[in-house]
T-cell receptor
């Protein structure tokens, strides 16, 4: 069964600190992995997309890594800010269909305290 | 900020009412999607469309229906709302010809059926 598991479920850190969120998946055949940020009451916003051949991608203070062999990804947030408080969702696409079926994790709820 | 809009943002209605959730995008995207998301849970695809006059059911069974008469417009209709339909509904769009296409999400409609 294709699944995407994220950990931790929730995380609280102090402003200015770094943190790393984890994503494990069993989706096959793999096409790409995406990280989204979802603010409370809003739609998700794309942070990064990585294909099989990419093992790291950055977007400002966000750096995503991908190990397609172990089927693991991480999202590292550097020098956290209060505005980073949100749910971070890992999404994996398969390549078994034209649509590119997406499998969503439940997200990690990050809270940044001042 | 993605050019995809949803109305209403919040809706509270009584059981048995017919409702239509609106979604429109100005990016000229061919693909459009409807997702359902409950608090703390993953997004579930309920409908999608490849373009005008194309509609398909997603992975999660839904009593709602959709139509795609114009490229920019993808409304979702519930003929008779029930409390079990209470959820957040997210609309998204993407380009047709790329498997690594980024899905741009609207802000969502929070539906409560009493």
């Amino acid at each position: 069964k294709n699944q995407v598991e994220q950990s931790p479920q929730s995380l609280i850190i102090l402003e200015g600190k770094n943190c790393t969120l984890q994503c494990n998946y069993t989706v096959s055949p793999f096409s790409n992995l995406r990280w989204y940020k979802q603010d409370t009451g809003r739609g998700p916003v794309s942070l990064t997309i990585m294909t099989f051949s990419e093992n790291t991608k950055s977007n400002g203070r966000y750096t995503a890594t991908l190990d397609a062999d172990t089927k693991q990804s991480s999202l590292h947030i550097t020098a956290s800010q209060l505005s980073d408080s949100a749910s971070y969702i890992c999404v994996v696409a398969d390549r078994g269909s034209t649509l590119g079926r997406l499998y969503f994790g439940r997200g990690t709820q990050l809270t940044v305290w001042p | 900020e993605a050019d995809i809009y949803q109305t209403p943002r919040y809706l509270v209605i009584g059981t048995g009412k017919k409702i239509t959730l609106e979604c429109s995008q100005t990016m000229g995207h061919d693909k459009m999607y409807w997702y359902q998301q409950d608090p703390g849970m993953e997004l579930h695809l309920i409908h999608y469309s490849y373009g005008v006059n194309s509609t398909e059911k997603g992975d999660l069974s839904s009593e709602s229906t959709v139509s795609r008469i114009r490229t920019e417009h993808f409304p979702l209709t519930l003929e008779s709302a029930r409390p079990s339909h209470t959820s957040q509904y997210l609309c998204a769009s993407s380009e047709l010809h790329q498997k690594t296409d980024t899905q741009y999400f609207g802000p969502g409609t929070r539906l409560t059926v009493l």
